[in-house]
Structures are given as structure tokens and as C-alpha cells.
């Protein structure tokens, strides 16, 4: 059974930075694609970025294109997020998911186990 456990979110002012880590156990981590996704308050899942098996390919979602960086460490089966440049509107859980498969995918179908999920919270 995959467990995926979320941390780094917290409260920053707006323009500020945080790294959101997602450690992954039960699966081999290095196999598959990994996401990034964030749902605020009376809205819907939204994607926010991923990456594949290797890291070779990342995608972004146009609001974080240029501030959010994801990344991976298959050592520590381990998934990031970098966010920069925060902006009020950035406020939400942020969860991350696995996927079914290596290849990059940004469906949320796709991604068959997801992590409980951090607030990050942008103050203006």
C-alpha cells in the first residue's frame, strides 16, 4: 500500500517562498510519475505540476509556470515542490499523488494514491 506524507506548507506573506516535500513508501518510488495539485476553499482539484520517473520531464500549470519548481529524489523517494514568488491566490491544500505509470501525466485520474495534503496559506 503507497503512503505518500506531505510537509513544508505554513503560513508565508505574499512574494515569500516555501519547499513542499512528499515522502513516498510502499511502491517503487522510482518508477513512477509523481504530481503536485492544490484545491482551495469551494473549488475544484486543480493541477499544479509534474514530473516523470526519471525527472527527465516536468509540466507546469500555467498560474505557477515560473515560480513553482518540481523536483524529485528517487534516493530518498522523495517528491518537492519549490514555490516562489507566492501570491495570495496560491492559498490551498496542496496534495501530491502518484501515477499509475513513469510517463508524465497531469490528469487526476491518473495518479492512483495521494497524500493527505499541507496547507500553504499567502498572506497579502
Known amino acids: 500500500q503507497v503512503q505518500l506524507v506531505e510537509s513544508g506548507g505554513g503560513l508565508v506573506q505574499a512574494g515569500g517562498s516555501l519547499r513542499l516535500s512528499c515522502a513516498a513508501s510502499g511502491r517503487t518510488f522510482s518508477s513512477y510519475a509523481m504530481g503536485w495539485f492544490r484545491q482551495a476553499p469551494g473549488k475544484e482539484r486543480e493541477f499544479v505540476a509534474a514530473?516523470?520517473?526519471?525527472?527527465?520531464?516536468?509540466y507546469y500549470a500555467d498560474s505557477v509556470k515560473g515560480r513553482f519548481t518540481i523536483s524529485r529524489d528517487n534516493a530518498k523517494n522523495t517528491v518537492y515542490l519549490q514555490m516562489k514568488s507566492l501570491k495570495p491566490e496560491d492559498t490551498s491544500v496542496y496534495y501530491c499523488a502518484m501515477a499509475g505509470a513513469g510517463a508524465l501525466v497531469t490528469d487526476p485520474a491518473d495518479f492512483g494514491s495521494w497524500g493527505q495534503g499541507t496547507q500553504v496559506t499567502v498572506s497579502s
Open positions: 514530473i516523470s520517473w526519471s525527472g527527465g520531464s516536468t
